[in-house]
Structure formats: structure tokens, C-alpha cells
């Protein structure tokens, strides 16, 4: 048993008042190495699950409720799990549980009176995924070691956030979260949802440092994005009927698309093409081109797609400029959140004290270092 689901269960047992042992699972966070703003136009993504996780314990009760209590946010709800059908948004972190047993529920599942305790290590609003890490870990736990197909739990964690959290994200992180494998990123087909698993070079560390900061701008932006990319498969679609996504279109189609959505689509189109050769690269070992995609996916999402923010791009260029660094860019969707760092073993505490150096002088901000070792996906722990 690892020490977060040892010290979980006895913050189980304090916190309910019992000697039960509760079981604990994990579901990690991720980060995204590239392939932004994809996943939902049905592209290629390549993303590693970390091994920041949220953990939760859950243990049978005799109240009749589905009970649960934030550790991160020291709050507690409970609902009637006779009524888990009824449920409305109330437009907190809870929607996220909430979502996950309306789902099950849904698919035919009892939802059980439940007692869970979570604990994420994974920041919120850091975009390395707190949310679906926490869905998918809420869905193991609500499950109670009944069987799931995994790409039925990654749906159905992704349609917790889109239909009853209200976020229209596409299925990546639920995805990874589920699927991570130890050691290695995955290249994921959001379209048929089948994966192969990318092998990266030893000779490298990746580091994601993050912003502390989100723009409020990010919610209602995402929204727009998801608009203006329909929008651009609605003006090919035309001209070329067999275009139903942007995962379907080329660039000699964007002479078919004005103004905004053609800005869209053409970071869309490019960024497909950029996972394909960062893999290719990553096959044979070649960290500098690894590194310049990054950088162009970087200068994509801030100039066509215009999801990224001075804090990323000061990251980003103070980053790059650094001789031992083959490239970086922001990772998630943008507007504070992290950046995702690709550099040569062993200067790593070298940058992170001259990024940490120039980033407090720049912005006032204590930035925050996450090294990113590729972990397995969700399971139970304990």
C-alpha cells in the first residue's frame, strides 16, 4: 500500500467516525505533451498520465446516503441515493461527483450509499487535469469493484463533465486518465478512441511549471473555441460534404473559411500534423525536433488559436533561451495553467531556480515545478 492510500484511510476513519477500512482508488492527472484543442475536432493527441493523482477512499454506509467530503476544499455533501437521478448542478466542485453518479446511474447502475473521502494531489486550475482525474477516481469508487469497460469509464467520465458540469471538453484527459501507461506517452485517436503507445527518449527530463494563475477568460473562451471550430467545418462542409470535423479537413480547405474559425482550423489542422511528426521524432530518438514542435505548437495556440497568456509566454521564451532546453510550450487549455518543458538530465535544478528567478521578478509569483513521470492509469489502490 503506497503512504497516500495508508494516510487516506485512517482521514477516512477520523473523518466518519469508524473502523471500517475503506477501499482507496487513483486516477492520475496528465499532461498534455502536445496535440492542444484537438481532441474535441476528433485529432490526435499525445498526452502522459503523472503521478499526481486524486485518491479516494469509499466504504459502504447504513445512512442511505452517498456522502462525500473534499479534503482540498474541507467541504462536505451528501445526497439520497434514491434521488441521485434528480440531481441539478449547483455549480461547484461537486458537480464533478454529482455528474459522475448521474452518469452511472443512467447506464443502469445502483448507486450505493457510500461514504467517500477525497484527497487530489493533482492543483486545480493548473490544467494538468484535476478534473477528470477526480471524475474518473469518484467512478471506480461509486462502481464498488462492479466491471467497466475502460473506454465505457472514459466516456462516461467525460460526459459527467460535458452534460452535467457543463464544460464541452473533448475526451482526452478522461482518456489518459483511465489508459496512462508507465513510462511512456500515448498517441490517441479521439476519433475512434485507439491508442499506441509512444516510446520517449531516456535522454530526456520533462518538467511542467506552473503559472498560478487562470484567467477567468478560460471558461466562456473554451466555449467560443468549440463554436468557431463547428464553424469552419460548417463553411468546408459546403464545398466538401465529407469533411465532419476539422480532423477530416487540409489546408488548401481554409481558402473556404474567413475570419475567426479560420484561424481555428488552421492551428487544428497543423497541430494533428505536429503530433504525427512528434511521435515520428520521439522513434527515433531526435529531442531538437521534439523540442521546435513544441515551440510551433506553442506560437499556434497563441496566435491562431489565442488560448495562451503573457504568464505562458514569459515561460515559454525565458524556457527556450536556455541552451540545455529543447523547447517548451503551455500544456491544457490555456490562460494560465502550465507549460511543459522538454530538457537535457541533469539541469533540471539549474532550471528551475532560473525560471523560478526570473518569473518572481517579472510577475511577483512563486511559480511551481512538477517533474512529469509518465505513470499507469486508474485503478484501485487499496
Known amino acids: 500500500m503506497d503512504v497516500p492510500a495508508r494516510d487516506l484511510i485512517e482521514a477516512f ?29 476528433l485529432g490526435f493527441v499525445c498526452p502522459v498520465a503523472l503521478e ?4 479516494v477512499a469509499a466504504a459502504r454506509n447504513a445512512a442511505g446516503k452517498l456522502r462525500i467530503y473534499s479534503r482540498n476544499m474541507d467541504e462536505s455533501r451528501e445526497f439520497d441515493t434514491a434521488a441521485v437521478g434528480e440531481l441539478q448542478p449547483a455549480g461547484d ?23 467517500l473521502y477525497i484527497d487530489s494531489r493533482v492543483p486545480r486550475g493548473g490544467g494538468l487535469s484535476s478534473s477528470a482525474s477526480l471524475e474518473v477516481s469518484v467512478a471506480l469508487a461509486l462502481l464498488d469493484g462492479r466491471e467497466i469497460d475502460k473506454v465505457a469509464l472514459a466516456r462516461l ?8 458540469a457543463g464544460m464541452p471538453c473533448g ?10 501507461r508507465r513510462g511512456a506517452a500515448l498517441k490517441i485517436d479521439c476519433r475512434d478512441l485507439s491508442f499506441d503507445v509512444v516510446r520517449l527518449p531516456e535522454a530526456v527530463e520533462i518538467v511542467a511549471v506552473n503559472t498560478m494563475v487562470k484567467h477567468e477568460l478560460g471558461g466562456t473562451a473554451y466555449r467560443d473555441r468549440v463554436a468557431e471550430c463547428q464553424a469552419a467545418v460548417e463553411a468546408i462542409q459546403r464545398r466538401h460534404p465529407d469533411v465532419k470535423s476539422l480532423r477530416d479537413a487540409d489546408l488548401n480547405q481554409l481558402d473556404l473559411v474567413t475570419g475567426v474559425p479560420k484561424m481555428r482550423a488552421r492551428h487544428v489542422i497543423t497541430e494533428d500534423r505536429r503530433v504525427e511528426e512528434f511521435v515520428a521524432a520521439a522513434g527515433r530518438g531526435d529531442l531538437w525536433e521534439m523540442g521546435r514542435l513544441f515551440v510551433a505548437s506553442h506560437h499556434s495556440l497563441r496566435h491562431d488559436y489565442e488560448v495562451s497568456c503573457e504568464e505562458l509566454d514569459f515561460l515559454v521564451d525565458a524556457a527556450v533561451a536556455l541552451p540545455y532546453v529543447y523547447g517548451a ?14 530538457i537535457k538530465p541533469g539541469r533540471g535544478e539549474e532550471f528551475r531556480e532560473t525560471l523560478h528567478r526570473a518569473y518572481r521578478e517579472r510577475f511577483g509569483l512563486e511559480p511551481v515545478f512538477y517533474p512529469v513521470k509518465p505513470s499507469d492509469g486508474a485503478s484501485r489502490v487499496a
Do not use: K
Not at 499526481?52 to 485518491?55: D, I, N, R, S, T
Open 52 to 55: 499526481l493523482a486524486c485518491y
Open 329 to 342: 510550450r503551455m500544456t491544457g487549455g490555456g490562460f494560465g495553467g502550465c507549460t511543459v518543458n522538454l
Open 93 to 115: 466542485w461537486s458537480d464533478y461527483v454529482a455528474g459522475v453518479a448521474v452518469m452511472l446511474a443512467r447506464e443502469g447502475y445502483e448507486i450505493r450509499p457510500m461514504d
Open 157 to 164: 467520465a467525460r460526459r459527467a463533465e460535458n452534460e452535467f
Open 171 to 180: 475526451i482526452m484527459d478522461q482518456y489518459i486518465s483511465v489508459f496512462g
Open 13 to 41: 476513519q477520523t473523518h466518519y467516525a469508524t473502523e471500517a477500512t475503506p477501499a482507496v482508488y487513483r486516477a492520475p492527472g496528465r499532461v498534455n505533451l502536445i496535440g492542444e484543442h484537438t481532441d474535441y475536432n
